[in-house]
Each structure stands twice: as structure tokens, then as C-alpha cells.
């Protein structure tokens, strides 16, 4: 499967093409939506978006959603935490935290500091349209005899989900970890759960695959997450 990168600097948009159509990881910021179409269009008819698989409802990655349901046929598939989540247009990182939440670094939290604003449009999404997954027994993705698993890894926020392409060998994690400058040690900014958080990584440890495709940053190799792996664990607390 071919996989294209049509993000921006902030937010990756990964697309891929299958035999039955392409299938998309995410949307980003409120407002991108011209942007991403003129970019898709450049490769593929938008018609030819099948499936978008949301790895969780935050602005970045649920910002233009609404944009994508309404130009194209395509299929959402969440985790059904997300769809209270979509509707408020509320980030459970700023409205919502658990005992022990809290950003990974005091770079993360400046850069909460500096954002403020972590709300998006209200999405609600028909239900011919969704996809919900609450367990990894839902497989969308086997009776089209496609070699992907949708795997389940909360922690960032309770609604994650990822994507383990069988061949080569490639997880798209969305922000179960992170290669992005503002991030350390490949951890993702905020953690709802920290306990959790670490047992997604352990996840995808055991799949050992070749590569991690996350939503922030350029690829990197699953020797990292071992190489991190008890970073949160050595910190006091979290900020």
C-alpha cells in the first residue's frame, strides 16, 4: 500500500492507497480543510476517500471533520468514547483531568500555556456513517481482506486508537507517542492516563515493527519507545 503524507508541519495526514479505495488517518486544525483538499486532489479525486480512521477527538486531529463528512461518502472509524467527545467540541485535555493527567514536560506545558484555546466544532456523525471499535474484536478491516488492525491504545486519552499495517510492518500511532520538537523522549504532550499510557506502549513494543508513523512529527524506529519506555515512570509527577 502506497502511503502519502499530506499534513502540514503541525499535524500529519496520512492516506494510503487500497483496492478498495483510499483510507485516511485523521483531519487536522479547524480551518484546514481547503488546504488538505487542494493537496488530496492533487493526488486522487476526494470521492476516493473510503475510510477515515480518527485516532482521537482532539482539535488537531477532529478540526475539520465536519468538512470531510459532508464532501465525501467516507466512513468514520472511532472509538465510541469519542462520539460524546465530538459532539461537546470540548478537549478532555482542558475540560477533563483524571488523577495523575497532565502534561509530559514543562515544554508541553508551556506550549498548553501559550495554545489556551483546545475546542473545536461540535461533530455529530450519523450512524451510517461510523465505524465504532470498543474492543480489538471489531476488525472493520478483515472481511475486505485489507492487512490492517485497528489497535487500541489509550492513555494519551481514553478514546485512542492506532493502526498497525501488517505489511511492511508499520503502526500509525496518532499521538500515542511523538516526534515532534515540543516533545521528549517520544512521549506525547499531555497524558490522561499515565498508567495506561505506558501499557499502549508496551503494545506496540510487542509487534515489533519496522517503523512508527505518529500524528506530530517524522517516523521513527520502535527502538525508541524501549529505549523511553519508563521516561514518565522516572518523573516525580507530571506537569
Same mark, same amino acid.
Given at each position: 500500500?502506497?502511503?502519502?503524507?499530506?499534513?502540514?508541519?503541525?499535524?500529519?495526514?496520512?492516506?494510503?492507497?487500497?483496492?478498495?479505495?483510499?483510507?485516511?488517518?485523521?483531519?487536522?486544525?479547524?480551518?484546514?480543510?481547503?488546504?488538505?483538499?487542494?493537496?488530496?486532489?492533487?493526488?486522487?479525486?476526494?470521492?476516493? +476517500? /473510503?475510510? @477515515?480512521? =480518527?485516532?482521537? &477527538?482532539?482539535? #488537531? $486531529?477532529? *478540526?475539520?471533520?465536519?468538512?470531510?463528512?459532508?464532501?465525501?461518502?467516507?466512513?468514520?472509524?472511532?472509538?465510541?468514547?469519542?462520539?460524546?467527545?465530538?459532539?461537546?467540541?470540548?478537549?478532555?485535555?482542558?475540560?477533563?483531568?483524571?488523577?495523575?493527567?497532565?502534561?509530559?514536560?514543562?515544554?508541553?506545558?508551556?506550549?498548553?500555556?501559550?495554545?489556551?484555546?483546545?475546542?473545536?466544532?461540535?461533530?455529530?456523525?450519523?450512524?451510517?456513517?461510523?465505524?465504532?471499535?470498543?474492543?480489538?474484536?471489531?476488525?472493520?478491516?478483515?472481511?475486505?481482506?485489507?492487512? +490492517? /488492525?485497528? @489497535?487500541? =491504545?489509550?492513555? &494519551?486519552?481514553? #478514546? $485512542?486508537? *492506532?493502526?498497525?499495517?501488517?505489511?511492511?510492518?508499520?503502526?500509525?500511532?496518532?499521538?500515542?507517542?511523538?516526534?515532534?520538537?515540543?516533545?521528549?523522549?517520544?512521549?506525547?504532550?499531555?497524558?490522561?492516563?499515565?498508567?495506561?499510557?505506558?501499557?499502549?506502549?508496551?503494545?506496540?513494543?510487542?509487534?515489533?515493527?519496522?517503523?512508527?508513523?505518529?500524528?506530530?512529527?517524522?517516523?521513527?524506529?520502535?527502538?525508541?519507545?524501549?529505549?523511553?519506555?519508563?521516561?514518565?515512570?522516572?518523573?516525580?509527577?507530571?506537569?
Amino acid at each position: 500500500m502506497k502511503i502519502h503524507n499530506i499534513g502540514s508541519y503541525m499535524v500529519n495526514n496520512y492516506m494510503f492507497e487500497t483496492p478498495v479505495g483510499i483510507i485516511g488517518i485523521d483531519t487536522g486544525y479547524p480551518g484546514g480543510f481547503p488546504k488538505f483538499k487542494k493537496r488530496f486532489e492533487k493526488l486522487f479525486p476526494l470521492s476516493e +476517500l /473510503k475510510y @477515515l480512521i =480518527l485516532t482521537h &477527538h482532539h482539535d #488537531d $486531529h477532529s *478540526g475539520f471533520l465536519n468538512e470531510i463528512i459532508e464532501a465525501t461518502n467516507a466512513k468514520i472509524i472511532l472509538h465510541p468514547t469519542a462520539i460524546p467527545l465530538l459532539a461537546s467540541g470540548k478537549a478532555t485535555s482542558k475540560n477533563y483531568t483524571p488523577p495523575g493527567s497532565g502534561y509530559s514536560s514543562i515544554p508541553a506545558s508551556l506550549f498548553g500555556k501559550f495554545k489556551k484555546d483546545f475546542s473545536f466544532p461540535s461533530v455529530v456523525i450519523s450512524s451510517d456513517r461510523m465505524i465504532a471499535v470498543d474492543s480489538e474484536e471489531i476488525q472493520p478491516f478483515e472481511d475486505l481482506n485489507l492487512p +490492517l /488492525k485497528i @489497535l487500541h =491504545l489509550p492513555g &494519551h486519552t481514553a #478514546d $485512542h486508537i *492506532g493502526l498497525f499495517l501488517k505489511e511492511p510492518g508499520i503502526i500509525f500511532c496518532g499521538d500515542a507517542a511523538m516526534n515532534a520538537v515540543i516533545s521528549v523522549a517520544r512521549h506525547t504532550i499531555w497524558i490522561d492516563d499515565k498508567a495506561e499510557f505506558g501499557r499502549s506502549w508496551d503494545k506496540m513494543i510487542s509487534y515489533n515493527a519496522k517503523k512508527i508513523y505518529p500524528a506530530h512529527g517524522s517516523p521513527f524506529s520502535p527502538s525508541d519507545l524501549i529505549k523511553y519506555r519508563n521516561y514518565l515512570e522516572r518523573k516525580k509527577k507530571i506537569e
